[in-house]
């Protein structure tokens, strides 16, 4: 039977609920994706600033925790974006006149699948899975 090659497990990363934190989870998909040899992060990056954000604008408060690592399933990359908030995402309507509210529907549209998992503990994980 042939070994199997698992990437390590990586740090997940903590942020502060802030305008900076977007661009911090960004850098750190990069860079996982780079350890899992992922040639394109284009979606990854859209997705995880899409979770980010959402994350510390409708939150605000409590850490931000990403993590990225690969569905030992399928070939597929798993983001997860951990808050406190136990409010779940919603999918808007598409609405031509909004000025915002399109993030989710544009990256439900991007990714394999995506959900949310409501904790016992406290908070929500929003995941997503990319194709690799």
């Known amino acids: 039977m042939p070994a199997v090659m698992l990437a390590p497990e ?11 934190a977007p661009a911090k989870a960004r850098r750190y998909l990069t ?8 040639a394109d992060d284009f979606v990854g990056r859209l997705v995880v600033t899409e979770l980010v954000t959402n994350s510390y604008k409708h939150v605000g408060v409590g850490h931000i925790i990403v993590r990225v690592f690969p569905d030992v399933r ?7 974006v951990w808050d406190e908030s136990t ?3 919603i999918v808007q309507d598409e609405d031509g006149d909004a000025e915002s509210g399109r993030g989710l529907l544009l990256m439900a549209q991007l990714v394999h699948d995506w959900g949310v998992r409501p904790l016992n503990e406290e908070g929500k994980i929003t995941w997503a899975r990319c194709a690799r």
């Open 10 to 20: 990586a740090a997940p990363l903590v942020l502060d609920p802030s305008d900076e």
């Open 74 to 80: 399928e070939p597929l990359t798993v983001i997860e």
């Open 31 to 38: 860079d996982r994706f780079r350890e899992l040899g992922h």
């Open 87 to 89: 409010t779940l995402p």
